[in-house]
């Protein structure tokens, strides 16, 4: 039968709105002509934009090693004389279990990240999550539930995951505060709830990266955590810590900042995940909170209930093998409990520490003779450095970024998306002066990887300063 005329096509769902594609995206979209363009140059293309760990400390091998000698203390823990008997831990990795995954190893990180922050933590209150960005996900999901309009607070900058999914709720708003060097300005921060609340918006939670800020490059003070904290409890807001470089950190260990889960675990909802300090492909990630929120009918219940039950309708079972290989992470090579997970970090940490220094020196030998022009910020933690060019003819936008490629060979990430859409209103040059310059990734290791990253930053230099309209590094 031939279709009629005014039949649509195509599903009609006028109430869907296409979301716009992540600045991270977008890149990896363009990049594969952006780099053909520089090879026919002769250009070596030099990766400061991605944010993945670096492949010298992903290694999986020595991980899956340490894995099963773990699955055999196991067996051997239950004692089974049978060859062919199934192991408890074998069973339980293949078969149904509860949303909250094995309990040894939400017991094995409570005990080992709570020694580590100073907070003591409830194993039954430990909710498995696919990564931190499960975590936002399953947050967002608890508040936009009833379908009432939501606003978040979050930094102006913030990470784009957290923007994709607030905004994919046509009900949400967003409310950005912007930064200085210690954190969000906490005048700002006050201003923005409460223009929220007036036009008509339950306001939650504020979302923030604290440490290794990704985008910001920096991370936020303990005295400004503090006041931030009393304003959250002022205001009757949560505190969503997303935390993925905690363990990223490069100050002494008596200069670590304390997270907002160990200054306030009832008004903090903490999520952890293991990319960074273990491996990312398993996702293994914890929420956490000690919060309680009064329901519609009066009673106030924990917040972990609410969870809970997003977690058991969104994906009801984790991979138990993956917690318990994660279990395996928390154990050292005698198959005891670690005192702390910071010799771990300490491995990837020689890595990043090593490219961080190299970068933050050449910044220095080649671009601090103009500080009129150029400027960086300095990370704590994390895998990055927002670089500023000071000068008003430098426009940090696609086209900047696609001649960095085209022209130098540099993979660069433009500051601009991640600036929510309320702080470009307010300012339409927000981040239009800005790069995320990342030190975490290239495809070599040893020497070959300082090698590289030196050849890298050293050319961005070349690049910023041809582009301000200074003479460019002599003989590059």
Same mark, same amino acid.
């Given at each position: 039968m031939a279709q009629q005329e005014d039949s649509p096509s195509s599903l009609v769902a006028p109430d869907i709105r296409l979301q716009p594609v992540s600045v991270t995206r977008k890149m990896a979209a363009s990049l594969p002509h952006l780099r053909e363009t520089a090879q026919k140059k002769g250009l070596k293309i030099h990766h400061?934009?991605?944010g993945y760990p670096h492949p010298e400390v992903t290694d999986p091998r020595g991980f899956i090693a340490h894995q099963a000698a773990y699955f055999d203390h196991l067996r051997d823990k239950e004692g089974l004389n049978d060859p062919d008997a199934l192991p408890e831990y074998l069973?339980?990795?293949?078969?149904?279990?509860?949303?909250?995954?094995?309990?040894?190893?939400?017991?094995?990180?409570?005990?080992?990240?709570?020694?580590?922050?100073?907070?003591?933590?409830?194993?039954?209150?430990?909710?498995p999550s696919i990564g931190a960005t499960g975590g936002i996900s399953l947050t967002c999901s608890v508040f936009e539930r009833p379908g009432k309009p939501v606003a978040y607070i979050t930094d102006a900058p913030t990470y784009a995951g957290f923007l994709a999914r607030a905004t994919l709720n046509q009900k949400a708003a967003i409310y950005s505060v912007e930064m200085d060097e210690h954190g969000p300005i906490?005048?700002?921060?006050?201003?923005?709830?409460?223009?929220?609340?007036?036009?008509?918006?339950?306001?939650?939670?504020?979302?923030?990266?604290?440490?290794?800020h990704n985008p910001a490059g920096f991370s936020f003070s303990e005295q400004r955590r503090r006041e931030i904290v009393a304003l959250a409890r002022e205001e009757n807001l949560l505190i969503l810590e997303d935390a993925p470089y905690i363990y990223i950190n490069y100050a002494p260990a008596s200069e670590r900042v304390r997270s907002f889960l160990s200054l306030a675990p009832d008004?903090?909802?903490?999520?952890?995940?293991?990319?960074?300090?273990?491996?990312?492909?398993?996702r293994v990630g914890f929420i956490y909170t000690e919060a309680t929120v009064q329901v519609a009918d009066g009673d106030t219940v924990p917040l972990?209930?609410?969870?809970?039950?997003?977690?058991?309708? @969104?994906?009801?079972?984790? +991979? *138990?093998? &993956?917690l318990r290989g994660f279990e395996a992470l928390l154990h050292d090579e005698h198959m005891q409990l670690r005192d702390s997970l910071?010799?771990?970090?300490?491995?990837?940490?020689?890595v990043y520490?090593?490219?961080?220094?190299?970068?933050?020196?050449?910044?220095?030998?080649?671009?601090?003779?103009?500080?009129?022009?150029?400027?960086?910020?300095?990370?704590?933690?994390g895998f990055f450095s927002v670089f500023t060019f000071r000068h008003d003819d430098v426009t940090t936008d696609e086209a900047f970024i696609a001649r960095l490629v085209s022209e130098?060979?540099?993979?660069?990430?433009?500051?601009?998306?991640?600036?929510?859409? @309320?702080?470009?209103?307010? +300012? *339409?040059? &927000?981040?239009?002066?800005?790069?995320r310059l990342s030190f975490c990734f290239s495809e070599s290791t040893g020497e070959a990887r300082r090698r590289d990253m030196t050849e890298a930053v050293t050319a961005f230099c070349h690049a910023a300063r041809i582009e301000s309209g200074l003479p460019g590094i002599q003989g590059h």
């Amino acid at each position: 039968m031939a279709q009629q005329e005014d039949s649509p096509s195509s599903l009609v769902a006028p109430d869907i709105r296409l979301q716009p594609v992540s600045v991270t995206r977008k890149m990896a979209a363009s990049l594969p002509h952006l780099r053909e363009t520089a090879q026919k140059k002769g250009l070596k293309i030099h990766h400061l934009g991605a944010g993945y760990p670096h492949p010298e400390v992903t290694d999986p091998r020595g991980f899956i090693a340490h894995q099963a000698a773990y699955f055999d203390h196991l067996r051997d823990k239950e004692g089974l004389n049978d060859p062919d008997a199934l192991p408890e831990y074998l069973r339980e990795a293949y078969s149904y279990t509860d949303t909250l995954g094995p309990r040894p190893a939400r017991e094995a990180f409570a005990t080992v990240y709570g020694r580590d922050w100073q907070v003591e933590i409830d194993p039954e209150r430990l909710i498995p999550s696919i990564g931190a960005t499960g975590g936002i996900s399953l947050t967002c999901s608890v508040f936009e539930r009833p379908g009432k309009p939501v606003a978040y607070i979050t930094d102006a900058p913030t990470y784009a995951g957290f923007l994709a999914r607030a905004t994919l709720n046509q009900k949400a708003a967003i409310y950005s505060v912007e930064m200085d060097e210690h954190g969000p300005i906490v005048s700002r921060f006050r201003e923005q709830v409460r223009a929220a609340r007036a036009d008509g918006y339950f306001v939650p939670l504020y979302y923030t990266v604290p440490d290794g800020h990704n985008p910001a490059g920096f991370s936020f003070s303990e005295q400004r955590r503090r006041e931030i904290v009393a304003l959250a409890r002022e205001e009757n807001l949560l505190i969503l810590e997303d935390a993925p470089y905690i363990y990223i950190n490069y100050a002494p260990a008596s200069e670590r900042v304390r997270s907002f889960l160990s200054l306030a675990p009832d008004r903090t909802v903490h999520l952890f995940t293991g990319s960074k300090i273990g491996l990312p492909g398993p996702r293994v990630g914890f929420i956490y909170t000690e919060a309680t929120v009064q329901v519609a009918d009066g009673d106030t219940v924990p917040l972990t209930s609410l969870l809970l039950t997003e977690a058991s309708a @969104d994906l009801l079972l984790h +991979n *138990p093998e &993956a917690l318990r290989g994660f279990e395996a992470l928390l154990h050292d090579e005698h198959m005891q409990l670690r005192d702390s997970l910071w010799p771990v970090a300490e491995e990837k940490l020689a890595v990043y520490r090593d490219n961080r220094e190299i970068m933050l020196s050449l910044f220095d030998e080649y671009l601090s003779a103009y500080p009129d022009y150029f400027s960086w910020t300095i990370p704590a933690g994390g895998f990055f450095s927002v670089f500023t060019f000071r000068h008003d003819d430098v426009t940090t936008d696609e086209a900047f970024i696609a001649r960095l490629v085209s022209e130098y060979g540099i993979v660069a990430i433009p500051m601009n998306a991640f600036y929510p859409e @309320d702080a470009r209103r307010r +300012n *339409p040059r &927000a981040g239009l002066d800005q790069l995320r310059l990342s030190f975490c990734f290239s495809e070599s290791t040893g020497e070959a990887r300082r090698r590289d990253m030196t050849e890298a930053v050293t050319a961005f230099c070349h690049a910023a300063r041809i582009e301000s309209g200074l003479p460019g590094i002599q003989g590059h």
